[in-house]
């Protein structure tokens, strides 16, 4: 006797852990889009760089959010090219800002990694490819 086929359908991003994740990116989204707002009507002239890439990366977090949500092969390909983008930001501004602190005065969501957000900028985009990978068709 043979198992009954079963249907392999792949998992969603928005589904189980993914959940978690739109969520966290979406409150990231909100949070360094509120910062970034306020900074730049603010302080602008003060850290026009740092207050850039801050907004920068809401609306990186932003992208990774919807496209996350939605799931469907159109937004994982743009999930995967904003997470992508993300850990390279967070790679290359959280190095920066360590070798040239003079570079950024005031802080972005992604110096030193993150450490300003309990390295949350760092650790987000890792498990933003992994659950991509994870749950690729």
Do not use: C, K
Not at 14 to 42: D, E, K, N
Not at 61 to 68: K, P
């Amino acid at each position: 006797m043979t198992e009954p086929e079963t249907e392999h359908r792949p998992r969603s991003t928005r589904s189980g852990p993914g959940r978690i994740l739109v969520a966290v990116y979406g409150l990231f989204a909100l949070s360094a889009g509120a910062r970034a707002g306020l900074q730049l009507v603010t302080r602008f002239d003060e850290a026009p760089l740092a207050y850039l890439l801050s907004a920068a990366a809401a609306a990186i977090y932003l992208v990774a959010t919807i496209t996350l949500a939605l799931g469907s092969r159109a937004s994982r390909r743009i999930a995967w090219i904003a997470v992508g983008t993300e850990l390279l930001g967070v790679l290359t501004i959280g190095t920066l800002s360590l070798v040239d602190p003079a570079a950024f005065p005031h802080a972005t969501v992604w110096s030193g990694f993150g450490i300003g957000y309990a390295f949350v900028p760092l650790i987000l985009p890792i498990l933003g490819l992994l659950w991509l990978r994870h749950t690729r068709p």
